[in-house]
């Protein structure tokens, strides 16, 4: 009778090892499938994060590029404003000079 206790006892022990490997093969396969999860998720979250960041500076890109382009417009036309008055500055001098340079050339020291 103590042997067929001891088999009934060691049959169940067995059985209760098989629930137990079930249930951690089990619990693995959740952690496993929530693991996937939570990588998908953070990649998510980066590719968002990283779109949110490239949409910042395109716009910080777009705003420095607009205001050096309203900067170069204004260069140029300071430039061709200092330009005309240059060519109208020496437009008034130029026949002082010529009659300056004509009276040199042509007075001969003795």
Do not use: F
């Not at 404003?81 to 240059?86: A, F, G, P, S, Y």
Request: glycine share 4%; charged share 25%; hydrophobic share 35%.
């Amino acid at each position: 009778m103590d042997s067929m206790r001891g088999q009934g006892g060691i049959q169940m022990l067995l059985t209760a090892e098989q629930e137990a490997q079930q249930i951690v093969y089990a619990a693995r396969n959740v952690k496993t499938t929530r693991l996937r999860q939570a990588i998908e998720e953070a990649e998510m979250e980066v590719s968002n994060y990283r779109s949110h960041l490239e949409a910042e500076y395109k716009q910080k890109l777009y705003e420095t590029s607009g205001s050096s382009d309203s900067t170069e417009k204004r260069l140029e036309v300071e430039t061709e404003q200092k330009i005309q008055h240059l060519n109208n500055a020496a437009s008034e001098v130029s026949p002082e000079v010529i009659a300056m340079l004509t009276k040199y050339i042509t007075t001969i020291k003795a």
